[in-house]
């Protein structure tokens, strides 16, 4: 077996997250809060269970690991992992708490994040670097995958109330 990278080892761990989301029916986008070598907190998209804007992955996960240092800014060092290119509000979360590094699988792909401008910004005088692409293939296929599987069963709906109403 080809051994990981680190990098590839901890968008795993954001992959993973991502499923879990999966299961209960959410759009598949997970993250995780990296300290050092150790996953720190963990974080799935949850807007359609919360009906909340703001329920994304990174949002999630940097919510948690705040919690967990007892500190909105987080120790330096830390490195947020997330499967899909980071939305502005949540580029915004990663500066405010002074995340040091953003690995990403996916692209945005309409490429509307903003992300290496807000990165490169110096908004509260702190400097995100960001990686895109690690695992991009398995993450853009989850999240393709999801997108199939719904528009698929759309449309089998659609057919059940035709079907329906000819009845
Ligand atoms: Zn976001």
């Excluded at 050092?36 to 907190?41: F, K, N, Q, W």
């Excluded at 799935?44 to 919690?67: P, T």
């Excluded at 293939?137 to 528009?151: N, P, Q, T, V």
Aim: hydrophobic share 40%; proline share 2%.
């Amino acid at each position: 077996m080809q051994k990981l990278t680190r990098e590839e080892k901890f968008m795993r761990a954001a992959i993973k997250a991502a499923k879990r989301g999966l299961a209960q029916g959410e759009v598949p986008i997970g993250a995780v809060v990296v300290y050092g070598d150790e996953v720190v907190a963990r974080g799935y998209n949850r807007r359609a269970k919360l009906q909340l804007a703001s329920a994304h992955a990174e949002m999630m996960a940097i919510d948690k690991a705040c919690k967990k240092f007892h500190s909105w800014r987080l120790p330096e060092g830390c490195e947020l992992y997330v499967t899909l290119e980071p939305c502005p509000m949540c580029m915004g979360a990663s500066l405010n708490a002074r995340v040091d590094k953003i690995y990403f699988g996916a692209y945005e792909q309409k490429g509307r994040s903003l992300t290496s401008e807000l990165a490169e910004a110096n908004l509260l005088n702190h400097k995100t670097e960001v990686f895109g692409g690690v695992l991009e293939k398995e993450c853009a296929e989850l999240l393709s995958g999801f997108f199939i599987a719904m528009r698929q069963k759309q449309k089998a709906e659609k057919e059940k109330e035709k079907n329906q109403e000819k009845k």
